[in-house]
């Protein structure tokens, strides 16, 4: 697996999942579907920060890696 996640992007998504997470552990939601839902885009956004590997931005060819410029 190649690295397509940046730095800014793995932030991002740790603290959205963070806010999911609180979300569906605090039982702000109602609905038992929309639950499980928000848990797990919450994980797949927190496992995909620390894995540094996005499925989606492989697919699409995307990636928000920074560019190392070699000296």
């Not at 996640?5 to 793995?10: A, K, S």
């Not at 939601?29 to 499980?36: A, D, G, P, S």
Request: hydrophobic share 55%; glycine share 8%; net charge positive.
């Amino acid at each position: 697996m190649k690295k397509n996640v940046g730095n800014t992007d793995r932030f991002v998504r740790v603290m959205f999942g963070i806010i999911l997470l609180i979300l569906f552990m605090s039982g702000a939601i109602e609905n038992n579907l929309v639950q499980w839902i928000v848990l797990g885009v919450s994980m797949i956004l927190i496992i995909t920060a620390f894995a540094t590997f996005c499925p989606l931005y492989a697919l699409v060819g995307k990636s928000t890696c920074e560019v190392k410029r070699k000296k």
